[in-house]
């Protein structure tokens, strides 16, 4: 079955940098994209970009357009996902998730706690 | 690119309906039957629950069904049970390859 198994908490200083891994099992890994989605504390979900696994492009929505870099290791089955310039603002829940191939995020990762802290 | 807008909160007594709707634009919802719909426990992981406005994935019950007209989605949960109270959040394919999530509905099961 599908599984998506990511890296352990992080804490960063502002002005840090944080890389995020997300390890696909389950499914042919080049096949299906990967999404990165974040929860800040008591907000909502917010989409972060995504990776064609088969051939490296991303997408990033402007809000996270360069801070944010999404990447992937195909001999790994691993996606990466880097956030710089880090403030409290992005103390969060971040987490990876499969494209469905349908235009939806058919599994998850079971999420990955930044904390931004001095 | 603007968060779809949802509603704070819903609730419904156990056995009764809810539904929760989901407002975005032409440019978003409007344009493209590629809304989806996650249920959102805390401290877990979000669950898909409806795709392409109406599908069910696999194993999702049949008391959650999608719609939409015009900008708005709508997911609806019948015959409430106790284990549906959740976060919901709608999701919609936003052209050019992006998308953009609801503002987050909480359910709660009276």
């Known amino acids: 079955q599908v599984h998506l198994v990511q890296s352990g908490a992080e804490v960063r200083q502002p002005g840090a940098s944080v890389r995020i891994s997300c390890k696909a099992s389950?499914?042919?890994?080049?096949?299906?994209?990967v999404h990165w989605v974040r929860q800040a504390p008591g907000q909502s979900l917010e989409w972060m970009g995504w990776?064609?696994?088969?051939?490296?492009?991303?997408k990033y929505p402007q809000t996270f357009q360069g801070r944010v870099t999404i990447t992937s290791d195909s001999t790994a089955s691993t996606a990466y996902m880097e956030l710089a310039g880090l403030t409290s603002e992005d103390t969060a829940v971040y987490y990876c998730a499969r494209d469905g191939d349908d235009y939806n995020l058919d599994y998850w990762g079971q999420g990955t706690l930044v904390a931004v802290s001095s | 690119q603007s968060a779809l807008t949802q509603p704070p909160s819903a609730s419904g007594s156990p056995g009764q309906s809810v539904t929760i709707s989901c407002t975005g634009t032409?440019?978003?919802?409007?344009?493209?039957?590629?809304v989806s719909w996650y249920q959102h426990h805390p401290g877990k992981a979000p669950k898909l629950m409806i795709y392409?406005?109406?599908k069910r994935p696999s194993g999702v019950p049949d008391r959650f069904s999608g719609s939409k007209s015009g900008n708005t989605a709508s997911l609806t949960v019948s015959g409430l049970q106790a284990e549906d109270e959740a976060d919901y959040y709608c999701?919609?394919?936003?052209?050019?390859?992006?998308?953009?999530f609801g503002t987050g509905t909480r359910v709660s099961v009276l």
């Open positions: 392409e406005v109406a």
């Open positions: 990776i064609y696994t088969g051939n490296g492009n991303t």
């Open positions: 032409s440019s978003d919802v409007g344009a493209y039957n590629y």
């Open positions: 999701c919609s394919y936003a052209g050019t390859s992006l998308y953009v």
């Open positions: 389950g499914y042919h890994f080049t096949n299906y994209a």
